[in-house]
């Protein structure tokens, strides 16, 4: 979070234009966006959103704070309790939630490249980041009026049946790796289900969600039914983890986050939660594959979006027959990654986040190379300025080392080799995570038996980082609580109700 400076918003607007470095001009909101409206914080603070991919301050925007949240809360507990929103038929949600879709859609490349220049990422990810949110959103729109209840017999005297009723003001807490994309995630099973949202952003990359933020009043949802706040997560994400009126919490991002916001839950109202947290996640190659397609897997599986994935496959093992030719194919792809501008339409890894991100991945490497870890490729800082950092892989490593064990979030794999699938089943089932694993073979019989004994949310087979909307994600172990996307995902937005009915 250091970087990231608080102090009074003085005379910043709410509205600024904004030029950003592919010649894209725009206007910006600048405010919190409660009730339909773009607004100043209560306590009357800002704070600096920087560009990763030079280390300067890029701007500046309105800070929520704990007021601000009560203000959100009551606006969305309004709108779900009296306003148009909460006598709107399902059908009629989902008509909304595909315009804002359209909305997505018309301005695409804006969207995309507000990503590029708040996270850092590379612009043809950050496209890919917007179509995805448009298929998200239709997905959920689809849904909206397909969510009911089951009559259940119960004998001739009763009558009995269940409905599937939305949970009221959900709180939605997103990190900044994916910041559309997670709004999306998020906002697309809670509005399909019928409640009403305040969402957080990532104080490192708030300004793609208050776009988004106006995209939703065009749209035409009525007011209070989504409302964003850009704020730290100790201050407006801890208010909304124990807000009395919020009846239900999901959040992405640490393990160590995902813990506190439990707390708070449990310390509050005992609101609903769903976790999705870290992971360490083995991608698994046996020997008998084609190794120049595995490789182009392997390096898409832990370089993607800068390594700053949950489900990154930061842990590769190989099968000892084939594991020098790999590792040679592997070292000389991942040098081959082309680093650097975000914005140049070639480029594959764009910045790290932030100075504090990019010092904790360095600081990672450093000590993989005390545990005695060797570099194989990349290993240090990419470039003078911004938070670029090569594509790295570390060999030599035991299951003991740090780095095998704990989260890097960065372009940082560590390889090692196994003999068969009962040693690497151990090796990849051996942290506290299991968001995901891949498993590369020809042999169907391995793909199963070893996608069946991985303890993993998600277990891809001969490719990597493969989501769709109808697929459900999450975690096993500490890696998280629920599943977002598919129809799982509704059962977090929805609590059931019977009716049980004395014939008389
Ligand atoms: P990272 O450590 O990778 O930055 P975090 O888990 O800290 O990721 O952040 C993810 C989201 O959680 C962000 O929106 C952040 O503001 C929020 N957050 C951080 N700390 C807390 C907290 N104590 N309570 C609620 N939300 C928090």
Redesign the pocket.
């Known amino acids: 979070m250091a970087g990231i400076l608080s102090a009074p918003a003085g005379d910043l607007p709410l509205f600024q234009s904004y030029k950003l470095p592919n010649g894209i001009e725009y206007e910006q909101p600048l405010g919190l966006f409660i009730n339909n409206e773009f607004v100043v914080g209560k306590e009357g603070n800002a704070f600096e959103v920087t560009s990763p991919s030079t280390g300067k301050v890029i701007g500046r925007v309105h800070e929520g704070a704990v007021p601000d949240v009560d203000l959100a809360v009551d606006a969305a507990y309004r709108a779900f309790h009296e306003g148009p929103w909460s006598k709107l038929a399902p059908n009629e949600r989902g008509i909304l939630m595909n315009k804002l879709a359209d909305k997505f859609e018309e301005n695409h490349l804006l969207l995309a490249s507000i990503e590029t220049y708040d996270n850092g990422k590379a612009i043809q990810l950050a496209k890919g980041d917007i179509a995805a949110c448009i298929s998200v959103l239709r997905y959920y729109a689809g849904w909206a009026d397909k969510i009911h209840g089951k009559v259940i017999d119960t004998g001739r005297d009763t009558f009995a049946y269940t409905k599937q009723e939305p949970i009221g003001v959900v709180g939605q807490?997103?990190?900044?790796n994916f910041p559309l994309l997670m709004l999306a995630w998020k906002i697309g099973p809670a509005l399909a289900a019928g409640n009403t949202i305040v969402l957080?952003?990532?104080?490192?990359t708030p300004l793609g969600a208050l776009v988004v933020a106006k995209l939703i009043k065009e749209a035409g949802f009525p007011p209070g039914v989504i409302n964003i706040i850009s704020g730290?997560?100790?201050v407006a994400?801890?208010a909304?983890?124990r807000h009395m009126k919020i009846k239900k919490v999901a959040?992405?991002?640490?393990t160590m986050?995902g813990r506190?916001?439990m707390k708070?839950a449990a310390e509050s109202n005992l609101k609903k939660v769903t976790l999705e947290l870290g992971g360490k996640s083995p991608n698994i190659v046996f020997d008998d594959v084609d190794v120049d397609k595995v490789v182009e897997w392997l390096n898409f599986g832990i370089y993607y979006n800068s390594g700053e994935v949950c489900t990154a496959g930061s842990r590769i093992y190989v099968q000892e027959t084939i594991y020098d030719k790999l590792l040679e194919a592997l070292r000389k792809r991942a040098a081959q990654n082309i680093v650097g501008d975000p914005f140049d339409e070639n480029t594959f890894q764009g910045a790290q986040v932030s100075k504090v991100q990019y010092e904790r991945i360095l600081n990672y490497i450093e000590i993989g190379k005390k545990e005695g870890a060797k570099v194989e490729v990349g290993g240090e800082a990419h470039g003078t300025q911004g938070y670029f950092i090569k594509p790295t892989i570390l060999s030599g490593v035991t299951s003991d080392m740090r780095v095998v064990q704990e989260e890097i979030?960065g372009p940082v794999a560590v390889i090692a080799k196994f003999k068969d699938i009962d040693e690497v089943i151990a090796l990849g089932n051996g942290t506290s995570y299991g968001l995901a694993a891949a498993v590369h073979t020809k042999n169907l019989n391995t793909a199963i038996e070893t996608a069946n004994r991985l303890a993993a949310g998600t277990v891809w087979v001969n490719s990597y980082n493969q989501y769709h909307p109808a697929l459900p994600f999450g975690g096993y172990g500490e890696s998280g609580i629920g599943r977002e996307l598919g129809k799982e995902a509704l059962k977090n937005y929805t609590q059931i109700k019977t009716v049980n009915i004395l014939l008389q």
């Open positions: 807490i997103i990190p900044w957080k952003s990532a104080e490192q730290y997560g100790r994400g801890d909304i983890s959040f992405t991002g640490s986050v506190q916001i708070a979030f």
